[in-house]
T-cell receptor, first 110, second 112 residues
Framework: GENVEQHPSTLSVQEGDSAVIKCTYSDSASNYFPWYKQELGKRPQLIIDIRSNVGEKKDQRIAVTLNKTAKHFSLHITETQPEDSAVYFCAASKGWKLQFGAGTQVVVTP | EAQVTQNPRYLITVTGKKLTVTCSQNMNHEYMSWYRQDPGLGLRQIYYSMNVEVTDKGDVPEGYKVSRKEKRNFPLILESPSPNQTSLYFC???????????FGSGTRLTVV
């Protein structure tokens, strides 16, 4: 089955700097890649997603890139703010099955 | 308002005492799923259901049961809970393939 690896497990950044989280997947047939943000004590919420026919997608300060050949995708957060502090999960999907990475704890320090 | 409602939010129970965590959605989604979240392991799928009376095992189904008698409800049943089932549980629904999940608010279960 699909295996998703996510790095790093923790990421500390200064406010205003950029943060990058990287994920790799094993199944080349996966075609949908969502990213979730989970604030402390809250449910995971979808923040951005990308499909396999697109190489990059941007939404304000967040962007996701996909390299199908290398089977990896990344989340980029620019101009980080304290409210970006959370756990971020990547996921890869083929059909109905959605496989999550282990998560990245992002801490933005003022 | 589109919602996935889980109950209870918190539950402390003793080993072996049967319990049920309820999940209800008002979005008319066919696909529903249960995940457990543990530190360092991310979200792991327990069971999923593609429609009424259609359920299947996810990655970590041992010790759990589910049922899908109605489209809106997908309860998670622990017949004989054990301490290794202490975890944070999320119910989630999807409208279709290629779209993201909507998660419930979570149930923090402690088994002593």
């Amino acid at each position: 089955g699909e295996n998703v690896e996510q790095h790093p497990s923790t990421l500390s950044v200064q406010e205003g700097d950029s943060a990058v989280i990287k994920c790799t997947y094993s199944d080349s047939a996966s075609n949908y890649f969502p990213w979730y943000k989970q604030e402390l004590g809250k449910r995971p919420q979808l923040i951005i997603d990308i499909r396999s026919n697109v190489g990059e997608k941007k939404d304000q300060r967040i962007a996701v890139t996909l390299n199908k050949t290398a089977k990896h995708f990344s989340l980029h957060i620019t101009e980080t703010q304290p409210e970006d502090s959370a756990v971020y999960f990547c996921a890869a999907s083929k059909g109905w099955k959605l496989q999550f990475g282990a998560g990245t704890q992002v801490v933005v320090t003022p | 308002e589109a919602q996935v409602t889980q109950n209870p939010r918190y539950l402390i129970t003793v080993t072996g005492k049967k319990l049920t965590v309820t999940c209800s959605q008002n979005m008319n989604h066919e696909y529903m799923s249960w995940y457990r979240q543990d530190p360092g392991l991310g979200l792991r799928q327990i069971y999923y259901s593609m429609n009424v009376e259609v359920t299947d095992k996810g990655d970590v189904p041992e010790g759990y049961k589910v049922s899908r008698k109605e489209k809106r409800n997908f309860p998670l049943i622990l017949e004989s809970p054990s301490p290794n089932q202490t975890s944070l549980y999320f119910c989630a629904t999807r409208k279709g393939v290629g779209v993201g999940y909507t998660f419930g608010s979570g149930t923090r279960l402690t088994v002593v």
